[in-house]
């Protein structure tokens, strides 16, 4: 769609919006960030206080999704902020959902659960059953050891099953980049060096479960 749509930057907005989350979500950083830079340009060119936000919300996920919870959480305040200002509930509470995976990353489980509980209430209200599955599905990595998150600890259970990198970000659709810096993150985390120490981590918190021979 947006290689159809060269010239007319509003109608590119609204896709690179979108190209932000599918790159994203394919674990594909450099896309992602390519996309919210042009949206964040645009925004900026037209004063839109509708993609503000959306710019504001695309730049907080990109940073997120690199691995800088801290930094990205002013940026997600002032997305949710927008939204909220342009009684927009929905596109509000979707960015409380990303404060809250940012404050799991930094270990707030008060801030998590009170972002959590906002996001679910206007989910539920509006019948937005997709969205609100992703609020249970955050909860439930709440309780992770070590904090780490659900992503972190599904690259973890890999390298227990003594996959490689490349393995891993085949199984789980991801870049090789993305899957090198969760391992980063996971080692950072849980204060270890080494593969089998992050692999015996695993076993001990039951993360993993040794494979029968």
């Known amino acids: 769609a947006l290689t159809a749509v ?55 996920a990109v940073l997120l999704a690199g691995g800088r919870a801290e930094a990205a959480l002013p940026t997600l305040r002032a997305a949710c902020r927008r939204w909220r200002e342009l009684d927009a509930p929905y596109d509000a509470a979707r960015v409380r959902l990303l404060l809250a995976r940012a404050y799991q990353e930094l270990g707030d489980a008060d801030a998590t659960t009170r972002e959590l509980d906002a996001a679910g209430a206007v989910f539920e209200r509006l019948g937005a059953a997709r969205d609100a599955g992703a609020v249970a599905a955050l909860r439930g990595r709440a309780a992770l050891p070590g904090g780490l ?35 980063s993150n996971i080692f950072v985390k849980l204060e270890v060096s080494s593969r089998t120490q992050a692999a015996a981590y695993a076993f001990e918190h039951g993360l993993a479960t040794p494979e029968r021979g």
Do not use: F, M, P
């Open 6 to 60: 060269t010239h007319d930057r509003l109608a590119r907005a609204w896709l690179c919006a979108a190209q932000v989350e599918v790159a994203l979500a394919a674990g594909d950083l450099e896309t992602a960030g390519r996309a919210g830079d042009e949206l964040g340009r645009t925004a900026s060119t037209y004063g839109s206080s509708g993609l503000e936000a959306a710019a504001l919300q695309a730049r907080g």
């Open 149 to 183: 998150t659900g992503r972190e600890a599904e690259v973890l259970a890999l390298v227990a099953a003594g996959r490689t990198n490349r393995e891993i970000a085949e199984a789980l659709v991801l870049s090789h980049k993305t899957v090198a810096r969760h391992l």
